[in-house]
């Protein structure tokens, strides 16, 4: 073990929040270690800017919990943490670790539970990377470094601490961190890791649950080189163990996209990793609408099958959450929408809630030389420019073409009557599907009701009326006749 200068290796007290000090301060002062470890301490010795601070200590999570009272929560099961608010901030505090005992490991030698508390040499010994693995203390101005973790740093190079081999079987995800980081730090991988890490070894990834792999997912799509790191889950054989039905490719659309994700989040701006889900999932989603076609199923029809059949195959890797599936849908089905709406509808799509993803999306596709888009792209980008008066301009003068398209049978779309142009509403992109807990149902039920209620649907029942609140009798089946539609 080296005790490091914390100077001598570019740390210093001013560059880390207010939160992370003061979790490490009371701390100290109830006479417990506390150690800044992991991401945090990496990233500022090579100059990069950390995402979050994590704190380790030999306190257990509940003595944690006796030091911060209320600002603490324990959380985990697999995994116990303790999280402390600091001020606006959440600080993940985490306990030394020992070895996991070998009960709680899974046939495949997989861990399945680790909370074994230990010492800061065994915690160390079981961290992934050495570059991950360096404690430091602020106030004290050191850094325990156990493996030569500093020389990596120097080197640019990623280890894993103790066998590769029994690291990846102990949890998967660690290969898919291996490419995050080396993609993410610019680092060379260590022979050694290189050596086990083969198509078999990426299997492994199988045993991992689509929650945890959904996650992993997201971190790699906001990490900001998204572009570096896909041709690596390609090489490694990752991709398939990812994504159930994209072919391992990187078309010019998805490249297109990567790198515009990748741009956003160098300039500080926001991006929903769902978005890029959408890119990924086109492809098989105009596949499997096309196969719906195929069978004369109507094509509105065919889009909300064939985009629920295709999250539905994407769940078996990862499993998206509900709020980012409809998302995804939303942003397929504004494609239809913006690339031959209805001209009393086009200032009312501008305003929609989803216009912006959809709009960035036909865009990506058009300039990565999708030619379906019929140069829509462009034409709302302008369309957004325009001046009130310009707009209507150019919304005759789309419909004067597609007037014309239209006598030449292009487009069989009803035009809705003039009357209706000024309340134009747009119908919604896509129909929630049904929440799938009984409480949840109720739940949807008594809130549809309410807005009816409020749009005057049917004033005579709200959420509160009686038919809302009785209890279901559960009926004697014996006694109900079957007639033949039942
Ligand atoms: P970043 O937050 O920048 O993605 P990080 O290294 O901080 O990177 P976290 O997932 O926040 O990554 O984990 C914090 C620390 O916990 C890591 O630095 C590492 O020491 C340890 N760690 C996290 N995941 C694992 C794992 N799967 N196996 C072993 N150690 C891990
Ligand atoms: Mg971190």
Same mark, same amino acid.
């Given at each position: =073990?080296?005790? @490091?200068?914390?100077?001598?290796?570019?740390?210093? *007290?001013?560059?880390? %929040? #207010?939160?992370?000090?003061? $979790?490490?301060?009371?701390?100290?002062?109830?006479?417990?270690?506390?150690?800044?470890?992991?991401?945090?301490?990496?990233?500022? =010795?090579?100059? @990069?800017?950390?995402?979050?601070?994590?704190?380790? *200590?030999?306190?257990? %999570? #509940?003595?944690?919990?006796? $030091?911060?009272?209320?600002?603490?929560?324990?959380?985990?099961?697999?995994?116990?943490?303790?999280?402390?608010?600091?001020?606006?901030?959440?600080?993940?505090?985490?306990?030394?670790?020992?070895?996991?005992?070998?009960?709680?490991? #899974?046939?495949?030698?997989?861990?399945?539970?680790?909370?074994?508390?230990?010492?800061?040499?065994?915690?160390?010994?079981?961290?992934?990377?050495?570059?991950?693995?360096?404690?430091?203390?602020?106030?004290?101005?050191?850094?325990?470094?156990?493996?030569?973790?500093?020389?990596?740093?120097?080197?640019?190079?990623?280890?894993?601490?103790?066998?590769?081999?029994?690291?990846?079987?102990?949890?998967?995800?660690?290969?898919?961190?291996?490419?995050?980081?080396?993609?993410?730090?610019?680092?060379?991988?260590?022979?050694?890791?290189?050596?086990?890490?083969?198509?078999?070894?990426?299997?492994?990834?199988?045993?991992?649950?689509?929650?945890?792999?959904?996650?992993?997912?997201?971190?790699?799509?906001?990490?900001?080189?998204?572009?570096?790191?896909?041709?690596?889950?390609?090489?490694?054989?990752?991709?398939?163990?990812?994504?159930?039905?994209?072919?391992?490719?990187?078309?010019?659309?998805?490249?297109?996209?990567?790198?515009?994700?990748?741009?956003?989040?160098?300039?500080?701006?926001?991006?929903?990793?769902?978005?890029?889900?959408?890119?990924?999932?086109?492809?098989?989603?105009?596949?499997?609408?096309?196969?719906?076609?195929?069978?004369?199923?109507?094509?509105?029809?065919?889009?909300?099958?064939?985009?629920?059949?295709?999250?539905?195959?994407?769940?078996?890797?990862?499993?998206?959450?509900?709020?980012?599936?409809?998302?995804?849908?939303?942003?397929?089905?504004?494609?239809?929408?913006?690339?031959?709406?209805?001209?009393?509808?086009?200032?009312?799509?501008?305003?929609?809630?989803?216009?912006?993803?959809?709009?960035?999306?036909?865009?990506?596709?058009?300039?990565?030389?999708?030619?379906?888009?019929?140069?829509?792209?462009?034409?709302?980008?302008?369309?957004?420019?325009?001046?009130?008066?310009?707009?209507?301009?150019?919304?005759?003068?789309?419909?004067?073409?597609?007037?014309?398209?239209?006598?030449?049978?292009?487009?069989?779309?009803?035009?809705?009557?003039?009357?209706?142009?000024?309340?134009?509403?747009?119908?919604?992109?896509?129909?929630?599907?049904?929440?799938?807990?009984?409480?949840?149902?109720?739940?949807?039920?008594?809130?549809?009701?309410?807005?009816?209620?409020?749009?005057?649907?049917?004033?005579?029942?709200?959420?509160?009326?009686?038919?809302?609140?009785?209890?279901?009798?559960?009926?004697?089946?014996?006694?109900?006749?079957?007639?033949?539609?039942?």
């Amino acid at each position: =073990m080296q005790t @490091l200068r914390a100077s001598k290796c570019g740390l210093s *007290t001013a560059q880390l %929040p #207010s939160s992370i000090l003061d $979790v490490i301060d009371a701390l100290t002062k109830a006479g417990y270690e506390a150690y800044i470890v992991g991401g945090g301490v990496r990233d500022l =010795m090579l100059g @990069l800017n950390p995402k979050d601070f994590d704190a380790v *200590t030999n306190a257990t %999570p #509940s003595q944690v919990k006796e $030091v911060f009272g209320r600002r603490c929560r324990i959380i985990g099961r697999r995994f116990e943490l303790a999280h402390v608010y600091s001020g606006r901030e959440l600080i993940e505090v985490a306990t030394f670790r020992a070895p996991p005992k070998k009960a709680v490991t #899974s046939a495949a030698g997989m861990i399945l539970r680790d909370n074994n508390w230990g010492t800061i040499e065994q915690d160390f010994a079981r961290r992934d990377f050495s570059i991950n693995a360096m404690y430091y203390q602020p106030r004290k101005g050191i850094v325990l470094d156990f493996c030569n973790a500093y020389e990596d740093i120097k080197a640019k190079k990623l280890s894993l601490l103790g066998d590769p081999m029994l690291r990846f079987e102990e949890d998967p995800v660690r290969m898919l961190r291996t490419l995050r980081f080396a993609a993410k730090l610019n680092f060379s991988i260590d022979q050694s890791i290189l050596d086990v890490f083969t198509p078999e070894t990426a299997q492994l990834l199988r045993d991992v649950s689509p929650h945890r792999l959904y996650d992993e997912s997201q971190k790699l799509f906001t990490m900001g080189h998204l572009n570096r790191v896909m041709p690596m889950l390609i090489e490694f054989e990752i991709w398939h163990q990812l994504f159930a039905d994209i072919q391992p490719n990187i078309t010019p659309f998805i490249e297109r996209a990567a790198k515009n994700t990748d741009q956003r989040i160098s300039i500080g701006k926001t991006i929903n990793p769902a978005f890029f889900y959408a890119v990924l999932l086109w492809k098989p989603f105009l596949e499997r609408c096309e196969f719906y076609a195929k069978k004369g199923v109507v094509a509105a029809e065919a889009r909300a099958q064939a985009g629920l059949d295709v999250l539905k195959r994407q769940a078996t890797r990862t499993v998206i959450p509900r709020f980012a599936e409809t998302f995804i849908r939303e942003v397929w089905e504004m494609q239809t929408r913006l690339l031959n709406p209805k001209p009393q509808q086009i200032e009312a799509l501008s305003g929609h809630a989803r216009f912006r993803a959809g709009f960035d999306f036909l865009l990506l596709r058009e300039k990565s030389g999708d030619q379906t888009t019929q140069g829509m792209g462009v034409w709302w980008d302008t369309y957004q420019t325009l001046s009130t008066d310009e707009k209507e301009r150019a919304i005759a003068d789309y419909n004067r073409q597609r007037a014309k398209g239209r006598r030449k049978g292009a487009t069989q779309e009803d035009i809705k009557p003039l009357h209706q142009v000024q309340q134009a509403e747009i119908e919604p992109l896509v129909n929630e599907p049904e929440p799938r807990s009984r409480r949840a149902r109720k739940a949807k039920q008594q809130a549809d009701f309410k807005a009816q209620a409020v749009n005057g649907g049917n004033d005579q029942i709200t959420a509160d009326h009686p038919i809302l609140k009785r209890k279901r009798v559960k009926r004697d089946l014996s006694t109900v006749i079957f007639g033949p539609t039942q």
